[in-house]
Nanobody, 124 residues
Framework: QVQLVESGGGLVQAGGSLRLSCAAS????????RGWFRQTPGKEREFVAA????????YYTNSVKGRFAISRDDANNTVYLQMNSLKPEDTAVYYC?????????????????WGQGTQVTVSS
């Protein structure tokens, strides 16, 4: 089993920045992809960003390209999501995820483990 714990959410004004953290523990050796998703009430969980740990490749949904950056700290088994130039439409609960199906990095089907979520609210 793998446990994921997110932190770093909060309230920020439009144009501001936040950094989310996702610390993993447990049997993480085969979690080749680490991702971030977000969800607002009444909508499906949406892919935001992912990192292929084997290739070191990063992937982003179009709406966050150039504003968000995913990175990792292997020593601490932690993945980060740096969010800059935040917009009100970025408001959501953000979830980190870990999985082994790297080809499905942008789908919830690619992930076996999920964090509890952290709220990000961007005011206009």
């Amino acid at each position: 089993q793998v446990q994921l714990v997110e932190s770093g959410g909060g309230l920020v004004q439009a144009g501001g920045s936040l950094r989310l953290s996702c610390a993993a523990s447990g049997r993480t050796f085969n979690t080749y992809v680490r991702g971030w998703f977000r969800q607002t009430p009444g909508k499906e969980r949406e892919f935001v960003a992912a990192l292929n740990r084997r290739l070191g490749s990063a992937y982003y949904t179009n709406s966050v390209k150039g504003r968000f950056a995913i990175s990792r700290d292997d020593a601490n088994n932690t993945v980060y999501l740096q969010m800059n130039s935040l917009k009100p439409e970025d408001t959501a609960v953000y979830y980190c995820a870990a999985g082994s199906r790297t080809s499905l990095y942008d789908s919830y089907l690619g992930y076996n483990y999920w964090g509890q979520g952290t709220q990000v609210t961007v005011s206009s």
